[in-house]
């Protein structure tokens, strides 16, 4: 199994929520990233959706060294590149296609690829990559979707992400195939904007104490 793959199995079974943050103002990331590690949280990604994300990859990592910091919606070769050289550990995409593919097997990123039907599994296992991400989960819907697969693909390891809120975290955690679950709500716009580094806290002591619900 090549790095890339291997490095995302090794990786989810470390949290059982992954934070998806929205980083708007380059200087909060810190704050972020230290308020979440404070909670029990150190797995998280940031989304290269702003202009500020790249930056915010770089002081999280510079400053937070404990904490493992992905950059999420990875759409071509050149953003897994700028993804790397900002210091990213992994990298999260919200499907698979073959230019993502050779550049994270390329440049040794592990990747987090999003999937959804039954071929696209099988083209992510073909491919080598079996820690994969289910997108859009659609709150309790994806649990089902996962069970359905695993039937099929018992070697894939799912990370749900989109509209999954607290209360369904247990669901989907009881899975075998699920390991962790993605969310934004652990850093809501809200509290980040307001520098609420203690509201973070909290929210993440919430999602690590998910981790009991996990399947054995």
């Known amino acids: ?12 079974p470390q949290v059982p929520v992954m934070p998806i943050i929205w980083i708007h103002e380059a200087d909060t990331a810190v704050g972020v990233a230290r308020a979440l590690v404070e909670g029990g949280v150190r797995v998280f990604e940031v989304l290269v959706r702003t202009p500020a994300a790249l930056e915010a990859i770089t002081a999280m990592r510079r400053h937070v060294p404990e ?31 073959p230019e993502i593919a050779q550049a994270a097997v390329r440049l040794e990123l592990p990747l987090l690829p ?8 099988m083209q992510a296992l073909a491919w080598g990559f079996e820690a994969l991400k289910l997108f859009p989960a659609n709150g309790l819907q994806g649990a089902t979707q996962i069970e359905q697969l695993q039937g099929v693909f018992p070697r894939a390891r799912f990370c ?7 209360e369904h975290i247990p669901r989907y955690l009881a899975l075998r195939g699920c390991p962790t679950v993605g969310g ?12 609420d580094w203690a509201g973070i806290t909290a929210l993440a002591r919430q999602a690590a104490a998910f ?6």
Do not use: N, Y
């Open 184 to 195: 934004s709500w652990v850093t809501p716009q809200p509290l980040v904007a307001a520098r």
């Open 67 to 97: 904490a493992t910091v992905g950059a999420g919606t990875l759409l071509t070769a050149a953003d897994v590149q700028r993804a790397l050289d900002a210091g990213a550990q992994f990298g999260v995409s919200p499907g698979l296609v």
């Open 114 to 121: 999003g999937v959804w039907t039954a071929s696209e599994v």
């Open 1 to 12: 199994m090549h790095r890339s793959a291997q490095g995302m199995l090794e990786l989810l």
């Open 160 to 166: 749900p992400t989109g509209g999954i809120k607290p």
């Open 211 to 216: 981790a009991a619900a996990r399947a054995s």
